[in-house]
């Protein structure tokens, strides 16, 4: 049985524990957090602690953390025998350096508290700082999804960006596309079928090669009429700045 410690009670934190709770061999020993504020749904679930210095003794802890608050909470653990991890897709190994066995455990997937995902599907990109420490890693990963990668602090960094543009952009892009609907009284739920086939065919075609729109067409005057109806000059500007760049990657004429 592996003993493992979450600390951090936000989206990560509360997905880990849905998982693990459904798996075999793993067991939650506890979860610390450092406020009480959103201990609330592990109560009676687990024993949860907001005083660090309470903190169990654990073959793993994870730091589904903030950021920002990584490395400060890591340098706590420094003592503990059991092996460190974070969460996060954007901060190196090294930030977990006080602690002689690190690692990583970066779920690569979009996590909100009440969404239900699918975490067989979920991709664990993995790193350690010891060959025994990663398959340690891979043995946890295994109990909730077969989808465990190897993959170094250096590219971690390059999947994070990419996820920012695959993810947080084109949710950002649905947000502004709900807005124009809204204002014009148009139900957001007509687009839904639109979405869905967008994120289905880059499943198995390159999103290069699947590219359509005014843009990939240089259709400038349908450009022009979309840019007039946006009023605001924050859309028009990634109007304008998205065709620009589908244009250039196409190697379209401006
Ligand atoms: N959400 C995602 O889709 C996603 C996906 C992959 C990886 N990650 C990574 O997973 C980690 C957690 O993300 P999340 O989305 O679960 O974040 P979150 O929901 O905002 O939770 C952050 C946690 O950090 C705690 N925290 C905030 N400020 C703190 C401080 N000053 N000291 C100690 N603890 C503090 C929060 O406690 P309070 O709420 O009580 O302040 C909460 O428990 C991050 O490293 C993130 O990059 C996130």
Redesign the pocket.
């Known amino acids: 049985m592996i003993e493992i410690v979450v600390l951090?009670?936000?989206?990560?934190?509360t997905h880990l524990f849905k998982a693990f709770s459904a798996s075999e061999g793993i067991r939650i020993k506890q979860v610390y957090?450092?406020?009480e504020?959103?201990l609330d749904f592990f109560e009676n679930k687990v024993e949860i602690t907001t005083d660090f210095s309470e903190i169990a003794e654990a073959d793993v802890y994870i730091l589904?953390?903030?950021?920002?608050?990584?490395p400060q909470?890591a340098e706590k653990l420094k003592d503990r025998s059991g092996l460190v991890v974070?969460?996060?897709?954007?901060?190196a190994l090294d930030a977990l350096s006080g602690c002689s066995r690190r690692g990583v455990f970066?779920?690569?997937?979009?996590?909100?508290?009440d969404n239900e995902l699918n975490y067989s599907e979920i991709p664990f990109c993995l790193e350690a700082n010891s060959e025994e420490d990663l398959q340690l890693l891979k043995k946890i990963a295994d109990r909730i999804s077969g989808k465990a990668y190897d993959i170094s602090s250096e590219q971690r960094k390059k999947l994070h960006l990419s996820a920012v543009f695959v993810c947080n952009f084109v949710n950002h892009l649905y947000a502004v596309g709900e807005q124009i609907c809204q204002k014009s009284e148009i139900p957001f739920d007509i687009l839904k079928p639109l979405i869905k086939e967008t994120a289905s065919k880059v499943q198995h075609a390159s999103p290069a090669g699947v590219q359509t729109g005014p843009a990939i067409r240089n259709d400038q005057s349908t450009i022009n009429t979309h840019l007039d109806l946006l009023e605001s000059s924050e859309n028009r500007k990634i109007y304008e700045l998205l065709t620009s760049a589908i244009q250039t990657f196409h190697g379209k004429k401006l």
């Not at 589904?64 to 990584?70: C, E, R, T």
């Not at 970066?106 to 508290?113: D, I, N, R, V």
């Open positions: 951090g009670s936000g989206n990560v934190a957090n450092h406020s504020a959103s589904a953390l903030k950021d920002d608050v990584i909470t974070h969460t996060s897709g954007s901060v970066y779920p690569l997937q979009t996590f909100s508290k």
